[in-house]
């Protein structure tokens, strides 16, 4: 008599362990980088989307169908691990997706934030020279004056500077030009010669466009 297929290919635990976890990985990387590719606007995402199905389905279909010729059991087993994966990365691939679309934004932004900085940096220098160097200090007392709408809008930019420098904001940079330009208007207010002209129209513009805080 011919044995069965399950007496011929026995499913111990452990078989059946490795089994469902690499049946809740295929399906839960299956459902996110789909709905990864189903949110994209664009038209290419229809190939990609194709080929996300077929590699999980290559190996959704075989950790299915294996288990189940040797246990029915654990064939329903498995099958109630696929379905209740599939449900799990569906409700947390928006999460999934925003933590990986931010780190992406970042990685772009780091550049922009580093070069920022320098500018942070320059601006500080700068504005320090009021208050370290005597001889300005008491040439030019307006640039210590909060009373003054251009000192008093240099300092509210400057905090709004130091509390984005802190974050991953992407407002952290138009805060620097805002904070540049805050500075330049400061010293013109003050009389102070030969300032407020260095500053690039683009970094005028990115300044003026970008909200207040």
């Known amino acids: 008599m011919v044995p069965a297929v399950s007496e011929a290919v026995p499913l111990g635990p452990l078989q059946l362990v490795i089994w469902g976890a690499v049946l809740m990985a295929a399906v839960a990387c299956m459902v996110v980088a789909v709905r990864h590719h189903a949110g994209k606007p664009d038209a290419d995402g229809s190939d990609p989307l194709f080929w996300d199905l077929f590699g999980g389905a290559a190996v959704i ?27 799990a990365a569906y409700r947390s ?77 992407p407002g952290y940079a138009p805060a620097v030009a805002r904070l540049e330009l805050a500075l330049g208007r400061a010293e013109n207010a003050a009389g102070v010669p030969g300032c407020g002209g260095g500053l690039s129209q683009v970094r005028h513009s990115s300044a003026e466009a970008a909200p207040q805080a």
């Not at 005597?134 to 300092?155: C, K, N, Q, W």
Request: aromatic share 4%; hydrophobic share 50%.
């Open 93 to 169: 691939s928006p999460r999934i997706l925003a933590w990986h679309d931010s780190r992406r934004r970042r990685r772009l932004d780091a550049p922009r934030r580093e070069s920022a900085a320098e500018v942070h940096n320059a601006v500080l220098s700068r504005w320090r020279r009021y208050e370290l160097d005597p001889a300005l200090a008491i040439g030019y007392p307006d640039m210590a004056d909060v009373a003054r709408p251009e000192t008093s809008a240099f300092v509210k930019a400057m905090r709004e500077a130091e509390l984005l420098r802190a974050s991953s904001d």
């Open 61 to 87: 279909v075989p950790a299915l169908l294996i288990p189940a010729v040797a246990s029915p059991l654990a064939g329903l087993a498995l099958t109630a691990v696929a379905v209740a994966s599939g449900v």
